[in-house]
C-alpha cells in the first residue's frame, strides 16, 4: 500500500516537470497545447475487521503553450544617381565662390576679388551650393547623328549621350544646325523656303535650305507647284531661257512687276504724264536712257537743251547731295553709271570703261566739260574707296574712266563736308 501511494506521488511530480518545459529559439513562439488529465479512484476493502477505505483520486492538467512566428522582409530600393559630391570652397576662409562674367572667381562679400579659372572651349561657369563655382561643358546643347543615331552634344561639342537609337528602315538626319531625328526616307521635291527646289522628307520640312537642293532658280524665276510637282518658272512678266529679259514697259528695277517710268494700263503700253518716246520721264526736262527704261536729270540745278545736258550746275557736299534728286530720284551708283559708257571691264578692284565722249548713250545725252566730277549713292567707305564718285571723261588725255575702291592713293572728299563737286539723278 505504501509502495503504491509513492509510485503515484512519483509519476505525479515526473508529469509536472515535463509540463514546464519551454522553447525558445530566437524570435520564434511555440503554441503546444497539452491537457492531460489523470483521474484515480482505488478502494481497498479489508476483511480483517478493520474497515479500511483508501480512495485516491489524482488529477494532472498539463497545458503547454508555445507560439512560433517568423516573419522576415528584406527590402531593398535602388535610388537613383544623384550628384552627392561635396563641394569643397576653393577661396580663403572667409571668401565664397562665384561666377562673374563668364569665369568663376573668389568673392568677399559681394565683391570679386580673384579670378579662379577661365572656361574655354565651350564651358560655361556653374554655380554649386553657396561658396563654389567652376566651368563645366554644359549637356545637351544639341543634337547630331552619330553612326546612324541621335546624339546629345555638350557645349563643348563632345558627345554627351544617346538619345534615339535609329532601327531600320528609320536612317538619322540631321535637322537645321541644332537637331536631328530617326526618319523613315520618303523623299520627294517642294520648293524650300530660298523658292529653289529641294528634296525632303519627313525630317526636312524646315526652313534649312542648305541641305537637298535640287535647283536654284534663276534670279527671274521661282519655284512653282504643288509638292513632288515643282519646277523652276519666270515669275512676275520676266521671259527668255534663263528669265532674264523685261519686255515692253515693264521695269526690271521693280522685278518687272510694275511698270516703269510714266507708263500704265494692263500691258504698261499707255503713256500718262509722259512726252512721246520719252514716257518713263515725267517730262522734257528729263532724259531717257535708249533701250532702258531709265530716266536722268541733268547736273541739278540745269535742264537739258535740245534733248541734251551741257550746263554745269549747282555742286553739293557728299551728305546733302543724298537728299538733293527730285522726288522719286536718286544719286546713281557706279554700275547704273557704268550703264551709260562702253567696253567695261570689271575686276576686284575697279571699273573701267570707255570715257563719256567715246560712248553711247553718254555722248548723246551729256556733253559736260572734260573731267567733270559727280557724287553717287555708294557709301562712304574709307581713303582707298573712290566709288563715292565718278568723272564722265576720265582725267585728261585718257582714253578710259576708273573708278576703284581699291586705290593706292588716299582721298577723303566724301567725308569732308567742305568738298563740293555736281550731282545728277536717276530713276
Not at 97 to 107: E, F, H, S
Not at 128 to 150: P, S
Not at 340 to 354: A, F, G, V
Not at 357 to 383: H, R, V
Amino acid at each position: 500500500m505504501t509502495v503504491r501511494i509513492f509510485l503515484v506521488s512519483f509519476a505525479i511530480l515526473l508529469l509536472a516537470s515535463c509540463g514546464k518545459a519551454s522553447n525558445g529559439d530566437g524570435g520564434d513562439t511555440d503554441t503546444d497545447a497539452d491537457t492531460d488529465t489523470d483521474a484515480d479512484t482505488d478502494t481497498d476493502a479489508d476483511t480483517d475487521g478493520d474497515s479500511d477505505s483508501d480512495a485516491d483520486t489524482d488529477s494532472d492538467s498539463d497545458t503547454d503553450s508555445d507560439s512560433d512566428s517568423d516573419s522576415d522582409t528584406d527590402s531593398d530600393t535602388e535610388t537613383e544617381d544623384t550628384d552627392t559630391m561635396a563641394y569643397e570652397n576653393p577661396c580663403p576662409d572667409g571668401q565664397h565662390a562665384r561666377c562673374y562674367g563668364d569665369a568663376p572667381w573668389c568673392y568677399d562679400g559681394e565683391t570679386p576679388i580673384a579670378q579662379l579659372d577661365t572656361c574655354e572651349g565651350g564651358e560655361e561657369c556653374v554655380e554649386k551650393e553657396d561658396d563654389y563655382a567652376d566651368c563645366r561643358c554644359i549637356r545637351d546643347v544639341y543634337r547630331r547623328c552619330l553612326n546612324g543615331d541621335v546624339w546629345a552634344y555638350n557645349s563643348c561639342d563632345e558627345t554627351d549621350r544617346i538619345i534615339l537609337a535609329c532601327e531600320a528602315p528609320a536612317q538619322c538626319r540631321d535637322i537645321g544646325l541644332t537637331d536631328a531625328d530617326c526618319c523613315e526616307s520618303d523623299a520627294y521635291l517642294d520648293c524650300g523656303a530660298d523658292d529653289s527646289i529641294h528634296w525632303f522628307d519627313e525630317c526636312a520640312l524646315t526652313d534649312d535650305v542648305e541641305a537637298g537642293l535640287e535647283e536654284s532658280c534663276d534670279d527671274g524665276a521661282s519655284c512653282t507647284g504643288t509638292p513632288g510637282d515643282v519646277e523652276c518658272s519666270c515669275r512676275n512678266h520676266w521671259e527668255g531661257t534663263n528669265c532674264d529679259v523685261c519686255p515692253g514697259n515693264w521695269d526690271p528695277d521693280q522685278d518687272c512687276a510694275a511698270c516703269g517710268g510714266e507708263w500704265t494700263g494692263a500691258d504698261c503700253e499707255t503713256c500718262d504724264g509722259g512726252v512721246g518716246d520719252r514716257c518713263q520721264c515725267p517730262s522734257d526736262q528729263y532724259l531717257p536712257q535708249p533701250g532702258t527704261l531709265k530716266c536722268w536729270t541733268c547736273a541739278l540745278g540745269t535742264s537739258p537743251v535740245g534733248g541734251v545736258c551741257t550746263e554745269s550746275g549747282m555742286k553739293y557736299s557728299f551728305a546733302d547731295a543724298q537728299d538733293a534728286c527730285p522726288e522719286g530720284f536718286h544719286l546713281p551708283t557706279v554700275h547704273q553709271f557704268a550703264g551709260l559708257l562702253e567696253n567695261c571691264i570689271e575686276t576686284t578692284k575697279y571699273i573701267r570703261c570707255d570715257r563719256c565722249q567715246n560712248s553711247s548713250p553718254c555722248k548723246d545725252m551729256f556733253q559736260y566739260t572734260l573731267g567733270w566730277i559727280l557724287w553717287t549713292a555708294n557709301e562712304c567707305n574709307g581713303s582707298s574707296d573712290y566709288r563715292f564718285k565718278y568723272s564722265l571723261n576720265g582725267d585728261e588725255g585718257g582714253e578710259t574712266v576708273t573708278i576703284e575702291w581699291n586705290a593706292i592713293a588716299s582721298y577723303e572728299g566724301c567725308a569732308d563736308a567742305s568738298i563740293s563737286i555736281r550731282a545728277m539723278c536717276v530713276r
